[in-house]
């Protein structure tokens, strides 16, 4: 079933990034994963990708699919935001199991962190934006854009 993001997500959907298409994998069931690079010449992992790699320069990166699930490293309860987003709301990092630490919203939370601590375990969501969703300033209309969030297990 295609996520669908709530609507904690929702009222501020480019948190983290807008994502490009090339961060964003389709496994085989139709479930959207993010996808980061990992360098062939130092195996650095990062995420999302670039054409360098930010530890030795080397040219040589290629994709790394990343899964849906990870483990919660620091969140905070942000309060103070844009006039257009409603607050609050819980963004965090998490670590995931291919060795990237991402950034991102942290929906399911009734934009209080207080109740998350460091470890749980939480999937990720990738979902396709709506036009309306997408930020401006990122928005292309050839370019299909991606939004993640992350929610506890
Ligand atoms: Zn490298």
Redesign the pocket.
């Known amino acids: 079933m295609p996520a669908t993001a709530p609507a904690s997500v929702r009222n501020a959907p480019h948190v983290g990034r807008a994502l490009r298409a090339a961060d964003v994998t389709r496994a085989e069931d139709g479930e959207l994963h993010l996808s980061g690079a990992e360098?062939?010449?130092?195996?650095?992992r990062i995420f999302p990708g670039a054409p360098v790699?930010?530890?030795?320069?080397?040219e040589?990166?290629k994709p790394l699919p990343l899964g849906s699930s990870g483990t919660l490293y620091a969140c905070s309860t942000v309060h103070v935001a844009p006039a257009a987003w409603q607050v609050p709301y819980v963004i965090g990092y998490v670590d995931l199991p291919e060795g990237v630490r991402v950034f991102g919203k942290i929906a399911g939370t009734d934009g209080v962190a207080a109740g998350l601590a460091p470890d749980i375990t939480v999937r990720v969501h990738v979902e396709e934006a709506a036009v309306s969703d997408a930020n401006p300033a990122d928005a292309s209309p050839a370019a299909p854009t991606y939004h993640y969030w992350f929610a506890p297990a």
């Open positions: 360098c062939s010449d130092c195996g650095t790699c930010p530890s030795c320069n080397g040589r990166m």
